[in-house]
């Protein structure tokens, strides 16, 4: 089994030997450094010319990217901490998601900004933050989330985005998911797992053998490895056997599987990293609400205060959402949660 970082890493060296119109972008990424967190290591030895590093200016640095790709080129922008994407909300949201609406589908804006995410390493409230959910929802804007799970919405979900978008696309990687290791078959010997047909699919995933399901799971990206441990621990421990729907593509939003899901089970948790406020999981809850057309539906979400994220690691563990957290909500959404 490989780290979630290797793959990432064997996904922009495999697009970059496939598609000479590929070019990366970023602070610190030359060799020996490799990046702050190493995903682009041995790039600039192999591709020695299409490796840039650039100085400390995000907003600078994906708008230059925006006119390569109106160019014909394939950039793939780094941006060192996901808390800098509020310097380039402008050069995506205003220009680069908008160019190709504003010019009648006559031109096309593919590239990529990647960029890690989230806490519980210590950093302190302006690079422990998830702020994805202020891209969600901007039209013209893809975002998509790698799941540490084989397949297309693993590690080549990054590869497929840099060689095939037509639109900008915002690529969201949590540190944590770094060092995990995707797991092979029988490291899901316990697990059912069903994924949409889609390049950036939607899983769904039970307990092998469980009894139907009487609760809907949906995460994304590292709050999505602590559901599928909620779900084991929730079937084994206490017999709340729910389904967990992991979602690769939070923006556009497709609620097919989570109407269906939820139509089944009656009850929907959403977890995720970022702060509880107008979250995705708002969003996700919204849409099964509308879909269901007046179906009963018990809903909750699992989300990190709306405060900053402290440097203190008891005080961040207590900020962010954890296990515990996560089975805490089932279980009122299950024992006291009525449908209505």
Request: hydrophobic share 45%; with cysteine; aromatic share 6%.
């Amino acid at each position: 089994m490989i780290s979630m970082l290797d793959g990432l890493n064997q996904a922009l060296h495999h697009a970059m030997q496939t598609d000479e119109r590929v070019v990366l972008m970023g602070e610190d990424i030359l060799d020996p450094y490799g990046g702050a967190f190493k995903v682009t290591r041995g790039l600039s030895s192999a591709f020695p010319t299409r490796v840039l590093a650039s100085p400390i200016a995000e907003g600078g640095l994906v708008g230059v990217a925006a006119g390569m790709a109106l160019r014909g080129l394939r950039p793939v922008v780094e941006i060192m901490f996901g808390d800098f994407l509020t310097l380039t909300a402008d050069q995506l949201v205003n220009h680069a998601a908008r160019f190709r609406q504003m010019y009648h589908g006559q031109v096309q804006v593919p590239m990529v900004v990647r960029t890690p995410m989230g806490g519980r390493r210590g950093y302190g409230p302006t690079h422990s933050q998830t702020l994805e959910k202020h891209f969600i929802g901007v039209a013209g804007l893809e975002v998509l989330a790698p799941a540490c799970l084989p397949g297309p919405g693993g590690p080549p979900l990054l590869e497929h985005a840099i060689l095939t978008a037509e639109n900008p696309v915002l690529f969201i990687e949590n540190k944590l998911q770094y060092l995990l290791k995707i797991p092979d078959e029988a490291a899901l010997a316990d697990f059912e797992l069903i994924s949409s047909p889609e390049s950036a699919p939607c899983m769904r995933l039970s307990v092998r053998g469980a009894p139907s399901p009487t609760l809907t799971l949906a995460a994304y990206g590292y709050m999505a490895e602590l559901a599928r441990q909620a779900l084991l621990k929730l079937a084994y421990e206490e017999e709340i056997f729910a389904e967990l729907l992991i979602y690769t593509r939070l923006s556009p939003v497709e609620p097919a599987f989570l109407l269906e899901s939820a139509a089944q089970t009656g009850r929907l948790l959403t977890i995720e990293e970022g702060s509880h406020t107008l979250g995705w999981g708002a969003e996700m809850i919204s849409r099964a609400v509308e879909g269901l057309g007046g179906r009963p539906l018990a809903a909750a979400r699992v989300a990190a205060r709306d405060s900053a994220v402290p440097a203190s690691p008891a005080l961040e563990a207590a900020h962010l959402p954890g296990l515990e957290d996560i089975c805490q909500a089932a279980r009122r959404l299950v024992n006291t949660g009525e449908l209505h």
